[in-house]
């Protein structure tokens, strides 16, 4: 599992400076391929993070995450259980630049964008990250099993910014919804409607507490 209390070179930033650091990376060779560094978006701290793979075309023109069509499912998504994205949310991926083609993100380009992931979770606290599909399941979680098989299953690990632990659930990514259009019990969307479902009951906790 990722270690959300390890030492980085970041960790005098505040968010804005870490923002501006990253937006500035050269780290590996996505540098020379991008058009924006995609940081994240989201207020800061917030109870909910989102973690994704990469950005995608979209996302690299606008430098926002998620604002293509998995990201419009997203905000549906969020939507059908009464989470308002711009408010109740930090977005955010475990590459902060576009991979050629939409590739996934190779071991050298995931190992240079980590300590921004970590220190970006370090500055968001969240109560609750949500890590959507098979790449942001490996990096985050380093679960070997298949993310149909541990989809919807809590994790939790010890943070130094809260007495509670970190809990992280694994969800479906919205581009492998797009290609499952099913609604049907059982199918992938539904699964993740069940999935957030729960998610927005912890919220509703943490609200209360």
Not at 9 to 30: E, F, H, I, K, W
Not at 55 to 82: H, M, N, W
Not at 185 to 197: A, E, F, I, V
Request: aromatic content about 8%; overall charge neutral; glycine content about 6%.
């Amino acid at each position: 599992m990722i270690e959300v209390n390890t030492p980085t070179p970041y960790d005098t930033l505040d968010y804005p400076a870490l923002a501006d650091t990253c937006r500035s990376c050269q780290g590996c060779g996505l540098a020379e391929t991008r058009t924006h560094v995609v940081v994240g978006t989201g207020p800061v701290p917030c109870n909910l993070m989102i973690i994704g793979e990469g950005p995608g075309a979209k996302e690299d023109e606008q430098g926002l995450p998620f604002v293509g069509r998995s990201g419009q499912l997203l905000t549906k998504i969020l939507d059908s259980v009464a989470i308002n994205r711009e408010s109740d949310v930090y977005i955010t991926n475990i590459v902060k630049c576009r991979p050629p083609q939409n590739r996934d993100p190779q071991a050298d380009e995931v190992a240079a964008c980590k300590p921004y992931l970590i220190r970006q979770i370090q500055l968001v606290q969240p109560k609750i990250l949500l890590v959507l599909g098979a790449p942001a399941l490996k990096t985050v979680l380093e679960e070997t099993k298949p993310i149909s098989k541990v989809r919807g299953s809590w994790y939790q690990t010890p943070v130094d910014y809260m007495a509670d632990n970190l809990y992280i659930m694994p969800l479906f990514h919205p581009s492998y919804l797009l290609r499952n259009d099913s609604r049907e019990k059982g199918s992938p969307k539904w699964l993740t409607w069940q999935d957030l479902k729960e998610v927005k009951a912890a919220l509703s906790f943490y609200a209360i507490s």
